[in-house]
């Protein structure tokens, strides 16, 4: 597989060409990466109207991940989140249904288009991350709504590794003639295990991928993917409306590094992932028979269940970092660990032995959350852009929402922008330790 950005730049870095063009570096180098960091130069081709080296590179991740189209992004997932809704509900109703563990993409998506958004909670939730939607319960809201949504969304993996039932609900979704789109942000790595389990190849219409979570590119490259089975409009407007959310300084070391993750992904990716996901697996099983409590089932990801251990997610995180590993994420609940087969043996060994020397025993029973609907007073665009304040939970009762306040961003807020605040909804922020809530002024 060719390079043609990667190789673009690196001629044009070794030409001497004098840079009577931004950036203002000029390619003198002070990070020592400012001679790759160039501008769409003539030969350099145009991120949203690409017709020479971007978009060859575009067409081989299109091979790859065996899309419609594979477009980038150098402003990760939540450009391409804004972007899907905007293609997803562009003459259509403007109401969509998503499960409600959304990331705050999502949110300022819906408030900048001035979407309605019908949510879908958690039956029970062990976690606030988590948002399991059945295709039962799916095919019995599409049913009760009045009007069709213009789409499903959904997240899947989420943070904790919860990964939903992709090929049914998409099933249910295409029996309404609703698209099914998936936030798959940490999932780009998905399509690469022996039996593929990306969402666009079970059925998902549009998906987006943080390439840079879990493949190796850089911070911000993303994939914003179209199926070969989604509507025609869907092609026709991804390149308008991604430019419409989108910086128009496209970083070229962002693009370079997706453009080299092409040729790792099509030269033996899906052998090192085997073996990553088997040491994973292995890991696991080992934690596991030493009575550690797990969350999950991302083949890339440990999800450790503290609480039920004996353990708060705090202190797992402090035990990690003394041995020299840092994770992804803890709460008072949780602690995430995120592999790639980036990582390597002293990794899992230093990860393996923080916890087996902690003694596991004092269990602590989890608590489940059953989040109660809340009442809308305000869309998410008013709430969102309303002028606001903000103030101690405990005097936030009756308030109206204006930013949901949560430990991780795509988790279940206990209430979203414009909905009210109720005692349920102090209690829960209580438990995460939560002091203030941006209210409407
Ligand atoms: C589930 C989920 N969706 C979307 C995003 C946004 O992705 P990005 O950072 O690539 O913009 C994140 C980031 O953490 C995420 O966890």
Redesign the pocket.
């Known amino acids: 597989m060719n390079t043609p950005i990667v190789d673009f730049v690196k001629k044009y870095a070794e030409s001497g060409v004098s840079r009577l063009h931004m950036p203002g570096h000029k390619g003198v180098s002070v990070l020592g990466v400012e001679q790759l960091d160039i501008t769409e130069v003539n030969g350099a081709d145009v991120l949203y109207s690409p017709e020479g080296i971007i978009l060859e590179s575009e067409n081989n991740a299109t091979e790859i991940f065996k899309t419609a189209h594979t477009y980038y992004s150098t402003?990760?997932?939540?450009?391409c989140?804004k972007a899907m809704l905007a293609i997803a509900t562009n003459g259509k109703s403007k109401t969509v249904l998503a499960a409600r563990n959304v990331?705050k993409?999502f949110l300022y998506g819906a408030a900048l288009l001035d979407l309605t958004v019908e949510w879908l909670y958690p039956e029970e939730a062990e976690h606030i991350c988590a948002c399991q939607v059945t295709v039962d319960s799916l095919r019995e809201k599409l049913q009760l709504m009045a009007e069709l949504p213009s789409a499903v969304y959904v997240?899947s993996p989420?943070?904790l590794g919860n990964v939903q039932d992709i090929k049914g609900l998409s099933e249910v979704c295409h029996s309404f003639g609703v698209p099914l789109l998936v936030?798959n942000?940490?999932g780009a790595y998905l399509g690469f295990l022996k039996e593929s389990k990306h969402p666009i190849h079970l059925g998902a219409d549009m998906c987006c991928d943080?390439a840079?979570?879990t493949l190796p590119v850089l911070t911000g490259g993303?994939y914003l993917h179209v199926s070969r089975n989604a509507p025609d409009n869907f092609q026709n407007n991804a390149r308008r409306f991604l430019s419409v959310f989108a910086s128009t300084s496209p970083s070229y070391l962002i693009l370079q590094s997706l453009d080299l993750c092409n040729l790792e992904l099509s030269d033996g990716f899906g052998v090192k992932l085997s073996k990553t996901a088997e040491r994973v697996a292995k890991l696991k099983e080992t934690l596991r028979t030493f009575g550690w409590s797990l969350l999950g089932d991302e083949p890339l990801k440990i999800t450790v269940d503290c609480l039920k251990s004996g353990f708060s997610g705090e202190e797992i995180a402090v035990k990690l970092r003394e041995q020299g590993v840092e994770c992804e994420f803890y709460d008072r609940d949780v602690a995430v660990l995120m592999f790639s087969p980036c990582n390597n043996e002293t990794d899992f060994e230093c990860i393996k032995k923080t916890f087996l020397m902690l003694k596991t025993g004092r269990t602590v029973d989890r608590k489940f959350f059953k989040f109660k609907e809340c009442v809308s007073k305000l869309s998410i665009r008013e709430a969102i852009f309303a002028p606001q304040e903000t103030v101690d939970i405990e005097s936030a009762l009756g308030g109206i929402c204006a930013a949901p306040n949560v430990a991780c961003?795509?988790a279940v807020p206990p209430v979203m922008s414009g909905e009210v605040i109720t005692e349920d909804v102090i209690r829960i922020l209580k438990y995460y330790a939560i002091k203030k809530i941006d209210v409407v002024k």
């Open positions: 402003e990760g997932s939540s450009l989140i990331h993409a997240t989420d943070y936030d942000a940490h943080s840079h979570k993303a961003p795509p």
